[in-house]
């Protein structure tokens, strides 16, 4: 787990450059005002919140990490340590298209990790990391709560189930 | 036994989801039943169902709303187990993508009995995007209707239900894990007690209950705790959905009353074994359930027979492999998950889970070495029960039952440095894995 220390060589990174401050465009704005309408504390509304920034800004990155923590009265830094809890919140940009292997077990034995060697072979990438045209990052995930359809691939919010190392390979050549 | 249609009964028709298709199959008359009767009388009649919770501990539902204090001041919450993310788990999907109303139309009713806050939540997990947005129009519609908001069906109960999407972490399932997500925290667990039914969520005395279970709720208001206890035996009542994956020719989801036969359900309601291989072993109740070899599996799928098993009964998540699948490296894959899981906020689990990932890995590799079977056996004892939540109990469930039934298996590893002949490793091991 990384640390908001100021020397660290995460430090220039992690650190919120004021110059580069985020603010949401007023309709992502107006459904920030209405989460809060939903919980009796403005803590609660982090985890929607950030779901929210996610799709406006793509990452969250420390601005947007501060911001967040100013609107809803929280230390930026308890908004990282939410942020870096949960494994769908991006701590850096991912490319257009997030490719998600399940390869927990009812998936590893009906051969996802072929899935997801197949994926890292074509594209060239070691695990987590997006195609230098910034398209596709390709991920191993937990079981996705899908394994009577396994292997099951999850490309941003769209579940692909039955999945084959042949149906993911021309997926992939039709993602642009 | 025969498959049954109760709490499926809706999902094979077209438009499920719609409040329309809902109603013309006699939905929301048990919220209007219901709102006729006192609170007490529907905790009464959850009690005398004998249901207990579809989430993995098999807790008395009625029992557990009884136990929220009676004189307390703070307002009470019911909240809506929607992550299932244990390994092998895919029930809730089905109702939610399905038969949403049969969902909302119980938590609706829950809610009044539990006389909770008008606002209520689903902390449904992150990655099931589709689900959460088929809830949300099915919210909106409810409202729409008057079956949510102030004053519903003119009982003078009011109740709105917000969805509550996580973010990714197995942990929030637990109810623990869960509440402090909803407060907007990092879903670390807290100690027990005091129970959530005295301090939960926002402080207040606060219920937890599965999907599958408040989607029960309807069904034994429709038809009465008799009829409900009519399906499976004494103590393990009720119509159930069991989850099926792995090495089977049909895996699903399919219903049966409590209590279905594990064998009969893989040999003649699954198809039997893919590539007519010889079965290997079962994980009957999910990821956290220790392993069933093929001469155990002749028992009725409920809570009590499953414990006398030594394993449990879990969420119903049944994943059968065939005989050619590595047992350590499948044992290696479960602990890949828990290590990752872990909130790391005790040692026993937050190293232990690592270093079970890190010894089944170099077994594998062929770097074992003789003594780590029983090290992993050693292990299981001294993570089990010294950790803060069940998860764990949970990690030593599949790698303490492994380690015991397949013995000769590791040691063959350990000895050989390769897999046992006409078992296959179904991963590469040049290809890096995904970091935790
Ligand atoms: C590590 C862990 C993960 C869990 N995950 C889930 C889950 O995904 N869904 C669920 O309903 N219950 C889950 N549970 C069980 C809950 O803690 C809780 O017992 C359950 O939601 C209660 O609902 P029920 O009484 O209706 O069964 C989990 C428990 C543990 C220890
Ligand atoms: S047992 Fe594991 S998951 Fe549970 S609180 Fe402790 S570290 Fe967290
Ligand atoms: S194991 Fe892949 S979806 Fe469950």
């Known amino acids: 787990m990384a640390h908001l220390q100021p020397d660290s060589p995460y430090a220039t990174e992690r650190y919120a450059d004021t110059t580069r401050s985020v603010e949401f465009k007023p309709d992502a704005k107006a459904k920030f005002d209405a989460l809060l309408e939903r919980y009796p504390t403005k803590e609660a509304a982090l985890l929607p919140a950030l779901h929210l920034a996610q799709e406006e800004f793509g990452w969250i990155s420390p601005e947007v ?41 009812s998936c590893m034995i009906r051969n996802a990790y072929d899935i997801y060697d197949r994926c890292l ?35 941003n919010n769209d579940y692909h189930e039955n999945a084959s190392v042949e149906s993911i390979d021309k997926l992939l050549d039709t993602l642009k | 036994m025969e498959p049954i249609k109760v709490l499926t009964k809706n999902v094979d028709k077209p438009n499920s989801a719609a409040i329309d298709t ?113 809830l949300v129009k099915a919210l909106e519609e409810a409202r729409a209707k008057g079956f949510l908001g102030k004053n519903i069906l003119g009982s003078g109960f009011d109740l709105d239900i917000t969805v509550h999407r996580g973010a990714g972490a197995y942990i929030c399932g637990e109810e623990m894990g869960l509440i402090e997500s909803i407060e907007g925290h990092r879903g670390q667990p807290r100690v027990k007690p005091p129970f959530p039914a005295v301090v939960g969520v926002f402080g207040s005395p606060t219920i937890v209950n599965n999907v599958e279970t408040l989607s029960c709720v309807p069904l034994i208001v429709e038809h009465g705790a008799e009829w ?71 028992l009725p ?44 906020q005790c040692t026993p689990c937050r190293e232990g889970t690592n270093w079970m990932e890190t010894i089944l890995d170099r077994i594998e590799r062929g770097g074992g070495r003789p003594q780590d079977a029983d090290l992993l056996f050693d292990m ?57």
């Open chain 1, 65 to 105: 990490m501060v911001y967040l923590g100013t609107l809803l009265e929280i230390e930026p830094a308890k908004v990282f340590g939410v942020v870096s809890f949960y494994n769908m919140y991006n701590q850096k940009p991912v490319g257009k298209h997030h490719v998600q292997v399940c390869t927990n077990l």
């Open chain 1, 121 to 155: 072979e074509k594209l060239g990438l070691q695990p987590g990391e997006t195609t230098k045209d910034g398209r596709i990052t390709v991920t191993e995930v937990e079981c996705l709560g899908s394994c009577g359809t396994a292997p099951v691939v999850q490309i």
């Open chain 2, 301 to 344: 799928m409920n809570f009590d027979a499953l414990m006398k098993a030594g394993t449990m009964f879990g969420s119903a998540g049944i994943i059968v492999m065939n005989s050619s699948t590595c047992i350590v490296d499948a044992t290696w894959r479960m602990s890949k998950f828990f290590a990752h899981e872990s909130c790391g």
């Open chain 2, 228 to 298: 409900f206890k009519s399906f499976g035996q004494p103590k393990n009542t009720g119509p159930k959905l069991y989850c099926v994956s792995g090495h089977v020719k049909k895996p699903g989801v399919y219903e049966f009353p409590m209590g279905v036969n594990l064998k009969e359900l893989i040999y003649e309601h699954c198809g039997g074994i893919t590539d007519d291989l010889p079965l290997k072993a079962v994980i009957p109740g999910g990821g956290s359930a220790p392993m069933l070899t093929p001469d155990e599996i002749d």
């Open chain 2, 380 to 436: 299981t004892d001294n993570i089990g029960g010294k950790s803060l939540c069940a998860l764990g109990d949970a990690a030593c469930g599949p790698v303490a039952s492994a380690v015991k039934k397949f013995r000769d298996e590791f040691m063959y590893h350990i000895e050989h440095k390769s897999c046992l002949p006409g078992t296959k490793r179904y991963r590469r091991l040049d290809m890096p894995v995904g970091a935790h």
């Open chain 2, 22 to 134: 809902y109603i013309a199959g006699g939905g929301y008359e048990s919220l209007k039943k219901a709102l006729k009767s006192t609170p007490d009388e529907i905790v009464q009649l959850v009690k005398d169902s004998e249901m207990r919770g579809r989430g993995g501990a098999g807790f008395p539902t009625g029992m557990k709303w009884g136990f929220l204090p009676k004189d307390s001041p703070m307002p009470r919450y019911l909240l809506c187990n929607a992550d299932e993310s244990e390994p092998g788990t895919f029930k809730d999907r089905v109702i939610i993508e399905k038969d949403p109303h049969l969902l909302i139309e119980g938590m609706i009713i829950s809610a009044y009995a539990i006389k909770s806050c008008p606002m209520s939540y689903i902390y449904i997990r992150g990655e099931f995007y589709k689900g959460a947005m088929i």
